[in-house]
């Protein structure tokens, strides 16, 4: 059971690169999420996926598009990077847990973006 | 709007000792989740400790444990015999329910280090 997984770890684009950013979670949760962490900071929510097949804005969306492919697998996508979105970028999911609801995320073990 | 103010960039303690990290947060919502999170040097974001608002009881985890106060929007976690191991960013969150909304808020973390 791995969880929340996300590829690449680590990536280096020149401005006005494109890139996707990967997400699976095995968990059968049905809701997903995309946050970036910059330095100094808390994270902060880019979009989410309440359940297949919707997906909302969140704090800071401008510059990414996101796509929930099914149940397991929510990608985060850069059009044309900016030196501004170097930061380092987490998925997350929540959902039902055996027998208990909860609402509590876990997250994956985070992608380091840098734009040059 | 919620936010949410870790008011201590950095704290340390001696390993053994008991440390008292502090969260305050503002809203308007009467139902809701508290958490604190740990990201050790592995930029892996752990769930420490959730509490719902709607209970009194302060949540416990092991060494764990929560100072709940509703009405003075206080949140505080209590690390008791502190180990090596729990030196980390913490980061206080909260979010409003229904959770599957993704509006999780996050403070702006607390450095901890914990001195043999």
């Known amino acids: 059971n791995a969880g929340v997984t996300q590829t690449p770890k680590f990536q280096v684009l020149k401005t006005g690169q494109s890139m996707t950013l990967q997400c699976a979670q095995d968990?059968?949760?049905?809701?997903m999420y995309w946050y970036r962490q910059d330095p100094g900071m808390g994270l902060r929510l880019i979009y989410y996926?309440?359940?297949?097949?919707?997906?909302d804005k969140g704090e800071v969306p401008n510059g990414y598009n996101v796509s929930r492919l099914n149940k397991r697998e929510f990608s985060l996508r850069l059009e044309s990077a900016a030196p501004s979105q170097t930061s380092v970028y987490f998925c997350?999911?929540?959902?039902?847990?055996?027998?208990?609801?909860?609402?509590?995320?876990?997250f994956g073990p985070g992608t380091r973006l840098t734009v040059l | 709007a919620q936010t949410v103010t870790q008011s201590q960039p950095e704290m340390s303690v001696q390993e053994a000792e008991t440390v008292t990290l502090s969260c305050t947060y503002d809203?308007?919502?009467?139902?809701?989740?508290l958490f604190w999170y740990k990201q050790p040097p592995s930029r892996q974001m752990i769930l420490v400790i959730r509490?719902?608002?709607?209970?009194?009881q302060n949540a416990t985890e092991n060494r764990f444990s929560v100072n709940f106060q509703k009405a003075a929007k206080s949140f505080s976690l209590k690390i008791s015999d502190s180990q090596l191991g729990d030196t980390a960013m913490y980061f206080c969150?909260?979010?409003?329910?229904?959770?599957?909304?993704?509006?999780?808020?996050f403070g702006q973390g607390t450095t901890l280090q914990v001195k043999p």
């Open positions: 997350a999911s929540s959902g039902q847990l055996g027998r208990r609801s909860t609402d509590t995320q876990y």
């Open positions: 509490q719902e608002a709607y209970k009194q």
């Open positions: 969150a909260f979010m409003k329910v229904p959770g599957n909304t993704g509006k999780l808020i």
């Open positions: 809203t308007s919502e009467s139902n809701y989740y």
């Open positions: 968990m059968n949760h049905n809701s």
């Open positions: 996926s309440a359940s297949e097949g919707t997906t």
